[in-house]
């Protein structure tokens, strides 16, 4: 407990330790004395110490004793010391709580401020980060933005081009379906006409075979009159008339389509009998 209050003080008490030793030897021919004496004081209670030394040399011994007196004495003012060091370590505890709080308290202050400064530090730095996120943002956008103007002009350059390319060839189908359906219908129309002047030429055929049958009849009829010694005069006049609704077929034949063909024939037979004539 002293070594530790002493340690506090910055002070140990020293304890006085004197030993004093005396050697005496003295030779006169051949013989040697030796005596020793030790004188020793330490703190502490008091005890009565002793040691014996015996030399011998020749015929001679020598023994010594050695006596030893301790006393202690620990002085009043060394027990008051003690005892406002105790007092004094019965507060040291508090004292130690009250340092180590203040202390504590100072490091905590320290830290809060550090952290806040961190805090701080930090919420810039973010703030700093966002601001440049946007303003990279803003550019890429941008960037973005042009890029795909000039793609969608290009899709509407190669968009229109390929839309003048489908007109082109549609218009290219729809004419070769036009001329392929002229050509079905002029083949179609080719056929009625040929259809319709086989049909007027069977008609014209049935005309002129009515004609001649009718002339023959005339005929007939006059060869009959003249048997009759009768002078008659026969006009006949046979129209026929055929109509075709075909412009194509009007220019090809003119002569069948608009206009009438008339057939007129006139039998003149005269008979004289005994130089007199004789008209009906």
């Known amino acids: 407990m002293t070594s530790f209050i002493n340690k506090i003080l910055g002070k140990e008490d020293k304890a006085e330790h004197e030993s004093h030793a005396t050697h005496e030897s003295h030779k006169h021919g051949g013989s040697t004395s030796s005596t020793t004496t030790v004188d ?20 001679v011994r020598v023994r010594s004793s050695v006596t030893s007196d301790t006393q202690s004495k620990v002085a009043m003012e060394n027990t008051t010391r003690i005892n406002e060091l105790l007092q004094k370590l019965g507060t040291t505890h508090t004292q130690v709580d009250d340092y180590s709080k203040q202390r504590t308290d100072k490091i905590n202050q320290a830290v809060n401020a550090s952290i806040q400064k961190v805090v701080a530090d930090t919420r810039t730095q973010q703030e700093q980060l ?7 943002t803003k550019a890429f956008e941008e960037e973005y933005k042009v890029k795909l103007e000039a793609f969608l002009d290009e899709l509407n350059v190669q968009k229109a081009k390929e839309l003048a390319d489908m007109e082109r060839e549609l218009n290219a189908r729809q004419q070769g379906i036009l001329d392929q ?8 129309n080719s056929q009625a006409n040929d259809a319709k002047l086989n049909v007027m030429k069977e008609a014209q055929a049935q005309i002129n075979a ?3 049958g009718i002339t023959d009849q005339v005929q007939h009829l006059g060869a009959e009159d003249a048997a009759r010694h009768l002078q008659s005069t026969t006009t006949t006049v046979i129209t026929s008339q055929a109509t075709s609704d075909s412009e194509h077929h009007a220019e090809a034949v003119p002569q069948h389509v608009a206009g009438s063909t008339t057939t007129v024939e006139r039998h003149s037979s005269s008979t004289t009998h005994e130089g007199t004539e004789h008209k009906h």
């Open 181 to 188: 359906a002229r050509q079905r219908i002029d083949q179609l």
């Open 40 to 59: 020793s004081r330490t703190s502490g209670p008091q005890s009565p110490t002793g040691a014996v030394h015996t030399a011998a040399s020749d015929d």
């Open 130 to 136: 966002l601001q440049d996120a946007n303003v990279r």
């Open 210 to 212: 009515q004609v001649e």
